[in-house]
Each structure stands twice: as C-alpha cells, then as structure tokens.
C-alpha cells in the first residue's frame, strides 16, 4: 500500500511547480504534517495561556499568536507536505485535485496524531491551574449551535477560498510571501471570529484539547461546521473561478 501511495504522492504535488526535484516519500510527507501540526498546536495553545503573563493582556493576543505560528509552520515544511496541518485543508485538497485522495488518511492520522503531541507536550509543560486556559473551542455563553455552526462553516468556506487561490497556478508569481499571507489571514479569522467560537476551522485543532481536558460541550460543531465549510469553498472555487478565463 506504501508503495502505491509514494507513486501517487508526486501527482499530489504538483501545486508546488516542482516536478524537477525528486519528490518527497509519502512517509515522509507523514512526519512533515505530524511535525508541522505538533508545531501549531504547541506554539499556537502556548499563546493562548494568558494566565500565565503577569500583565493586561490585549484581547487579540492569541489571534496574532496563531498567525505568527502559521507562517512559521508553513516556512518549515510548507515546501515539503503542503503544510496543510488541518483535515479539512487536506478535504480541500482532494476535492481541488491537489491531492491524491489515497494520500488523504495519511495526512489525516498525521495531523491527528500531531495535535495530540503538540497539545499533550504543552499540557504537561503547563501549571495544572492554568490547564482550562489552553485553546479549547467553545461557543461563545450567548451563541446557540445554530450560529455557532453558521460561523465555522463561513469561516472554513474563506480559508479554503485563500487555499484554492494560492494553489490556482494562475497565481503563481505571487506565491513568494505565501507564508506570511496565511499567517495574517489566521490571524485575522481568529481576531474577529475567535470570540464567537474559538475560530478553529480545523477538527483536529479542537480535538487534541477536548480529549485531554475531556471538554465534549458542542464537540460536534467543530466536524461539521469546518467540513461544510471545506466543501462549500473549495466547491464554489473550483466551479466558478477554476472555469473562469482570466481577463488579462
């Protein structure tokens, strides 16, 4: 199974432009998302631990932490795995033909497993009193599910639009600050929609902490809503923009 999938893994790669190099194996496009999700989680949650600065805090400290974190992950093996660090960018991918879906539980169980080690180190790196500060998604006391799900599925629906312009290859001669982009579009989502709910926009984000804090309240929200929401905007993407012929 191994070996087809590392004959498949060079077709998932051809949004880099770089069909010169040898491509990566598909073990190693494993431990490239593992570490790059390990890497988020980590550095991302750490900076959500308001409680342990001994100053006012601004309220869009952990907004501005995540995005910093992202274009640092996407540096370090953006150029190797895509640094997808989400299942539901990987979702995207397939449905944009940016990668194989044979490679999809691969980096499924990549990103899994790395938010798990990510969060797991910080957790143990942290004083137990401030464990119910560290990145766990929740609704907002005066949201209900049904808006709550709305904003995920908004919010996932424009990051995987960013996604799909990047990769578009009509855009490629602007890939060149590619990880600062994202970091401030993340920055950006989670400033105006981390109030509401977290802004996670990526199950396995929210799953690393639900299960070591055992917080399950609207779990659900943060599947579906960034599912729906990878499929509506790599959808509506692909369907519109991918069909369209550039003007100039």
């Keep these: 199974m191994i070996g087809i999938l590392d004959k498949l893994c060079a077709a998932s790669k051809r949004s880099n432009n770089d069909t010169k190099e040898e491509k990566p194996s598909v073990l190693v496009l494993f431990l490239a998302e593992v ?18 600065v001994d100053m006012d805090v601004l309220p869009h400290w952990s907004g501005l932490n995540f995005g910093l974190t992202v274009m640092t992950v996407i540096q370090t093996v953006g150029h190797i795995s895509g640094a997808h660090l989400n299942p539901q960018v990987s979702l995207g991918a397939v449905i944009l033909g940016k990668l194989d879906i044979l490679l999809f539980p691969v980096y499924l169980v990549g990103q899994t497993l790395g938010a798990l080690a990510g969060f797991g180190l910080l957790w143990v790196l942290t004083p137990s009193d401030y464990h119910n500060e560290l990145c ?29 312009a990047v990769w578009d290859h009509r855009n490629s001669r602007n890939t ?36 070591l804090t ?35």
């Excluded at 570490?35 to 342990?52: N, Y």
């Design 176 to 211: 060149d600050s590619t990880p600062v982009r994202f970091g401030l579009f993340i920055a950006l989502m989670s400033m105006v929609a981390g109030p509401y709910t977290g802004a996670s926009m990526n199950s396995a984000r929210s799953l690393a902490p639900a299960i």
């Design 35 to 52: 570490v790059g999700t390990a890497m988020l989680i980590f550095l991302g949650c750490m900076g959500c631990a308001t409680g342990m």
């Design 136 to 164: 766990i998604t929740k609704l907002h006391t005066k949201l209900n599910v049904y808006q709550g799900l709305f904003v995920e599925v908004v919010i996932t629906a424009l990051l995987l639009m960013v996604c799909a």
């Design 214 to 248: 055992n917080s399950w309240s609207n779990h659900w929200i943060y599947w579906v809503g960034p599912t729906v929401g990878a499929v509506l905007g790599s959808g509506f993407y692909k369907i519109v923009f991918y069909q369209s012929i550039p003007i100039i």
